[in-house]
């Protein structure tokens, strides 16, 4: 019964690393997805995935990556870490064609100093 | 690009009130709209799915209605709480898979 997965749940960076933030969910859903949330916003979408092996751009893709290479994991890694992706991550999954209500991890906090 | 605005962006009423939160978007192509709740420090908790399909969905004191066409979704609570404190998020869903847009929010505040 674990649903949706994130580790860690809060990490410190300095400006210049590199990291990966870890993303797992034991429901055999096709979609997944990371989104960013920042003070008095809502989710801004980074990157999503429809599927193992196909990953696109979602709204504010830069300076992150993301793969899928199983139905269950879909990591996101920060390249060189900036102080303005200081943030709270959130990983999503979904079934295929918007059949189910999406589920969330309980999200990263990020601190870049 | 689709887009998603709640309004208000926040609000407070004395416990026992019905309330109305209210979401609108801009491209009616989607597969659904979601209501979720996030508490301070949380992730997001669904409340409701509406398919673009249906109308409306019901939990409890909770009612969601969906107006594809004019591109609305309202979040009804009745006899609202304490306990129902938080923020209100809403997002669509866009038919180009996998893609959810959301709106920032409505904190609500039931006082006691």
């Known amino acids: 019964n674990a649903g949706v997965t994130q580790t860690p749940k809060f990490q410190v960076l300095k400006t210049g690393q590199s990291m990966t933030l870890q993303c797992a969910q034991d429901m055999n859903h096709e979609y997944m997805s990371w989104y960013r949330q920042d003070p008095g916003m809502g989710l801004r979408l980074i990157h999503y995935s429809v599927g193992a092996g196909i990953t696109d751009q979602g709204e504010v893709p830069n300076g992150y990556n993301v793969s899928r290479s199983t139905t269950e994991d879909f990591p996101l890694r920060l390249l060189s870490a900036a102080p303005s992706q200081t943030s709270v991550y959130f990983c999503a999954s979904s079934s295929q064609g918007g059949r189910t209500e999406a589920f969330f991890g309980q999200g990263t906090r990020l601190t870049v100093v | 690009k689709q887009e998603v605005t709640q309004i208000p962006a926040a609000l407070s009423v004395p416990e026992g009130e019905n309330l109305v939160l209210n979401c609108s978007f801009t491209?009616?192509?989607?597969?659904?709209l979601q209501w979720f709740r996030q508490d301070p420090g949380k992730g997001l908790t669904s409340l409701l799915l509406?398919?673009?399909?249906?109308r409306e969905q019901t939990s409890g004191r909770l009612n969601a209605s969906l107006d594809k066409s004019s591109g609305r979704s309202t979040l009804y609570i009745a006899a609202s709480q304490p306990g129902d404190s938080a923020t209100y998020l809403c997002?669509?869903?866009?038919?180009?898979?996998?893609?959810?847009?959301f709106g920032d929010g409505t904190t609500l505040t039931v006082k006691p």
């Open positions: 997002a669509v869903e866009d038919t180009n898979a996998g893609k959810s847009t």
């Open positions: 491209d009616s192509a989607i597969y659904n």
């Open positions: 509406i398919q673009s399909s249906q």
